[in-house]
């Protein structure tokens, strides 16, 4: 057996209860940013930005919202800012089932659907299923029950040794691929849930002959190929989020939508659909 060493550093998160500034100071230095780095990008003083840190100085709404946008702070997480600062929460959290959000919702639905015969899933900010199409479920075969009881999460459907690692014609390279995703992922939100589940990942046991990282001969898009008793199908991914959201909930949505990579998939999944 072998594995990557892909330790994930858990981040420093600062609690309900401590200052604007120690938030500010933990997203600043996240980001890797010195404070005249920040200062000059939120257009204030060093001096002030100083202040504020160190809770010599107060800063007001338009002040928290404008340092996080210029640190890329999640919405979830500028709401706690604004929380630390005395300011109600700006954004909202709701149910993705909730009627506010109807319009997203089937937004969500009119993509998955809309995708058919080809497999397409949304997951929330931890990589759980929330919504998937009818052209998911048969690549599924054989999966571990326990796995593909809620909540779903779908990096560990992939790589764990009972679901569908042991399908995975190419599991070094899509294994090396998500690991990759997921620390650009703790990287931009620093969610110690995240890095838990990375650990987990990397610990999972990999056979040596797909324990091997692509080389620098690899395609742009890393193929996710999967042995089936059709032959081994072949899907390019994209990724697609909501534009400019101002729901939590709707702004951690993405939506994972798979591309044949070859006609043999493509003829493979029109056949699984008609035969549906």
């Not at 909730?98 to 997203?104: C, I, R």
């Not at 919702?105 to 997951?123: D, F, T, W």
């Not at 620098?216 to 032959?231: C, E, M, N, W, Y």
């Not at 909501?242 to 044949?260: H, N, Q, R, S």
Request: glycine residues 6%.
């Amino acid at each position: 057996m072998a594995a990557m060493n892909t330790a994930a550093t858990t981040p420093f998160q600062p609690g309900a209860r401590d200052p604007v500034g120690t938030h500010l100071r933990h997203w600043r230095q996240h980001r890797r940013l010195s404070q005249l780095d920040l200062a000059q990008a939120a257009d204030i003083s060093t001096r002030h930005l100083s202040c504020v840190e160190t809770g010599r100085a107060a800063p007001s709404r338009e002040m928290v919202l404008r340092l996080a946008e210029r640190l890329g702070v999640p919405l979830r997480e500028r709401n706690a800012l604004l929380v630390a600062a005395g300011f109600a929460p700006m954004y909202r959290q709701r149910a993705l089932d909730d009627p506010a959000l109807d319009a997203a919702r089937r937004a969500v639905n009119l993509v998955l659907k809309g995708h058919e015969p080809y497999p397409a899933l949304a997951i929330d900010r931890h990589w759980q299923l929330v919504a998937a199409n009818a052209a998911v479920a048969p690549l599924l075969d054989g999966i571990a029950p326990a796995l593909l009881k809620p909540p779903v999460n779908v990096l560990r459907l992939s790589l764990h040794p009972d679901g569908l690692a042991s399908r995975i014609a190419n599991l070094g390279a899509w294994r090396h691929h998500l690991l990759q995703r997921l620390q650009q992922q703790i990287a931009a939100t620093a969610d110690p849930v995240l890095v838990a589940l990375h650990d987990e990942l990397a610990a999972y046991p990999v056979p040596q002959a797909g324990a091997a990282p692509p080389t620098d001969g690899s395609p742009v898009a890393v193929p996710f190929q999967l042995r089936t008793a059709g032959g081994v199908l072949s899907f390019i991914s994209t990724t697609t989020v909501f534009g400019t959201p101002v729901d939590v909930t709707v702004a951690e949505i993405a939506l994972e939508c798979m591309f044949p990579a070859d006609e043999l998939t493509a003829e493979h999944l029109r056949q699984l659909a008609a035969s549906a």
